[in-house]
């Protein structure tokens, strides 16, 4: 039973343009978000996250948007940079419970 | 600030054999979190540490599986007898929030599995 979902596996941009990463969710008790990058051979590493009581959080390039009634959350990278190159995970959870993670989606920032 | 420290980063056994894995969280980080992630798939919870006691392992197969988080710092994960199925990255993380479901965890580089 998949609680988070990140439907696209794979995603490419072009350089300086913005990428967006999508995630789906079940649960509607999830109340606390988060995205981790991760590159290859690494742990994930964490990104940024937004509880439910904010519809947007924003941290340099990165920007989270929390839509509460589709359940649905997204990451904007904004300009993309081949650095970017990763697999993106999304993770929920209620508070007092665990995390649940998506299956990820691997961004791919072309030159 | 030293980050998770995890070994081995690699380990090939056959099944039925048994293996274990090591952590060394973030220093003062009291939650220590065990993941498998399969390949394709997103990291999977097995087991949660608050100090030396176990919080979650609800997603353990404690037929197989055992951790341990002894004097509440390093946590070894155990698997006896292994199966093919169990061939996975195994992430341990940590954190200081205390509560569970909040908080940044901060991942170790994982030790790779594989059972022939």
């Known amino acids: 039973d998949q609680q988070v979902k990140q439907n696209s596996p794979s995603l490419s941009v072009q350089e300086g343009r913005i990428s967006i990463l999508n995630c789906d969710y079940t649960?509607?008790?999830?109340?606390?978000f988060l995205w981790y990058k991760k590159y290859p051979a690494e742990g994930p590493t964490f990104l940024i996250s937004?509880?439910?009581?904010?519809d947007k959080n924003e941290d340099g390039r990165f920007t989270v948007f929390l839509n509460k009634s589709a359940k649905h959350l997204s990451l904007h990278i904004v300009p993309s940079q081949p650095g970017d190159s990763a697999v993106y995970f999304c993770a929920a959870s209620e508070v007092i419970s665990q995390f649940y993670f998506g299956t990820g989606t691997s961004l791919t920032v072309i030159p | 600030e030293a980050g998770v420290a995890q070994s081995p980063r690699y380990k090939i056994i056959e099944k039925r054999q048994s293996v274990a894995f090591w952590c060394n969280p973030i220093s003062g980080h009291a939650t220590l979190y065990w993941y498998q992630q399969i390949l394709g798939q997103g990291p999977k919870l097995l087991i949660q540490?608050?100090?030396?006691?176990?919080?979650?392992d609800s997603q353990l197969p404690k037929d197989r599986f055992s951790a341990e988080r002894l004097k509440g710092v390093d946590s070894t994960l155990k698997i006896q007898p292994a199966k093919l199925e169990d061939s996975a990255v195994y992430l341990c993380?940590?954190?200081?929030?205390?509560?569970?479901?909040?908080?940044?965890?901060?991942f170790g580089p994982g030790t790779r599995l594989l059972v022939l």
């Open positions: 937004i509880s439910s009581i904010k």
């Open positions: 649960n509607s008790m999830f109340d606390y």
């Open positions: 993380a940590s954190s200081s929030q205390p509560l569970l479901g909040i908080g940044t965890q901060y």
């Open positions: 540490f608050q100090n030396n006691g176990v919080v979650d």
